[in-house]
């Protein structure tokens, strides 16, 4: 008698062998598969409109944002324009010294007035008109187009403590001067500072 404990057959668990797999219904899992395929393409078509959307308003958000940095970039130019104005008025107004009395002359700086620069000459006419400012057009002979007077342009600019489009305000730079000859120290010297 045999043991039927003893035949290969009992030994296949432990080593390993599994038994032969049934043969599958393709058919069957085609039919079962059916449903999460059509969820899993669902699935896909919301996150690609998902994904549409978020770009688009990322897009808005991105030209809202461009457009108000390029506002307050702006903004802030003009003011540390007025910033810089304000300080070189201080320092010419608290007297600094900027010349020096020798024995053959005088050495220093002078400050050269402010002047304006016209840009685009359309978008100043429209400014000043927005503000119901006459334009102050140069008087000259009729052929050549009258020109915009950047002396009045300035006394606006100083009037109103705002610069109009098209019109930059330009400081005046220090120059080195040499006057020779000064024969009274103490006047030359205030009446030139």
Not at 53 to 70: C, S, T, V
């Amino acid at each position: 008698m045999s043991d039927p404990q003893n035949t290969p057959e009992a030994y296949d668990h432990i080593v390993g062998h599994e038994p032969e797999p049934e043969p599958m219904d393709i058919d069957a899992i085609t039919v079962a598969l059916a449903p999460l395929m059509r969820r899993a393409k669902g699935i896909r078509a919301t996150m690609a409109g998902n994904e549409a959307a978020y770009a688009a308003e990322k897009l808005e958000l991105d030209q809202k944002h461009a457009a108000i940095q390029q506002s307050e970039q702006m903004r802030l130019d003009s003011l540390m324009r007025e910033i810089e104005r304000l300080g070189r008025m201080r320092i010419a107004y608290e007297g600094d010294r900027k010349s020096v009395v020798l024995l053959h002359g005088q050495i220093g700086m002078r400050r050269q007035p402010t002047k304006v620069e016209i840009e685009d000459e359309t978008k100043l006419v429209q400014a000043l008109a927005s503000r119901d400012i006459p334009v102050p057009w140069n008087k000259g002979p009729t052929p050549p187009p009258p020109t915009i007077s950047k002396d009045a342009i300035l006394k606006l600019i100083e009037a109103h403590n705002v610069e109009f489009p098209g019109a930059t305000l330009v400081l005046g730079e220090d120059k080195f001067f040499f006057d020779e000859k000064v024969t009274d120290t103490t006047e030359s010297t205030d009446a030139r500072d």
